[in-house]
């Protein structure tokens, strides 16, 4: 009878566990043992891919991007190899400007902080000055892209695309179909195109930390490069 009744009560407090979905291990050891399991020679992805950033200053930022009109998602944090993260990241689907909204293309992940300085820039630089130079509104900007783990050419130091601070941006599309890229109109387009594309340059230029276009050397000469919000380099 004492081993029928030492049964039972093993058996009721296994079922407890059960149904209140307890477990023996740890929540941490479940977890790394869940990371550790790798199909390939990628690098390591750690399990912060799976949260959303809770840090006081990438909530306020997204607060802040979205009070602005910007239309987005945040990004999982993610560890992709020795230097290259996507920390506070958000995917921008869409831009507001005075008027109506506007759409950014083939855009990656890209630091909250970064993608606050551009919706800005977008919207009170760009469209503002498509409006009043080229006659119409801003529909579209088109980018070359903006997460992406690699070195600065030439160098063996990290770009700041590999933290997710930095966007290329080759062309601005106008409500009316007119395409401006940055490399068909810096030199060559005709005055309006060259005066509207030297104005957006200078506008980035008190935004984002730094900005590199045309006149800085021969692989900027398709596209504008805006990074991040801290020390200013202009060129």
């Known amino acids: 009878m004492k081993h029928a009744a030492s049964f039972r009560i093993v058996i009721t407090t296994l079922s407890a566990l059960a149904l209140t ?3 023996i291990l740890p929540s941490s050891s479940r977890n790394e043992g869940a990371a550790t399991q790798h199909t390939d020679a990628k690098p390591r992805v750690t399990s912060a891919q799976s949260r959303i950033s809770q840090r006081p200053n990438d909530r306020a ?5 979205g009070a602005a009109g910007a239309r987005f998602n945040p990004v999982p944090d993610t560890y992709a190899g020795p230097g290259c993260t996507k920390l506070g990241t958000v995917q921008l689907s869409s831009l507001a400007g005075d008027r109506s909204a506007f759409g950014v293309s083939n855009i990656g992940p890209v630091q909250c902080r970064t993608a606050t300085a551009f919706s800005d820039w977008a919207r ?3 469209d503002r000055a498509a409006r009043q130079i ?17 070195n600065v050419a030439g160098t063996s130091r990290r770009s700041a695309h590999a933290r997710a601070e930095a966007i290329d941006i080759s062309a601005f599309v106008l409500k009316n179909g007119r395409r401006i890229s940055v490399k068909g109109g810096w030199s060559d387009g005709n005055a309006a195109e060259r005066e509207f594309l030297r104005v957006v340059h200078k506008s980035a230029c008190k935004r984002f930390g ?7 050397n021969r692989a900027h000469k398709d596209h504008f490069h805006v990074e991040g919000t801290g020390a200013k380099f202009c060129r």
């Not at 080229?134 to 690699?150: A, F």
């Not at 730094?210 to 800085?216: A, D, E, M, S």
Request: with cysteine; aromatic share 12%.
């Open 134 to 150: 080229l006659g119409s509104s801003l529909d579209r900007i088109e980018t070359m892209g903006s997460y992406s783990c690699r």
């Open 21 to 23: 979905g307890c477990s």
């Open 61 to 65: 930022c997204f607060q802040e991007l």
């Open 124 to 126: 009170f630089g760009v």
């Open 210 to 216: 730094t900005v590199l276009g045309p006149n800085y």
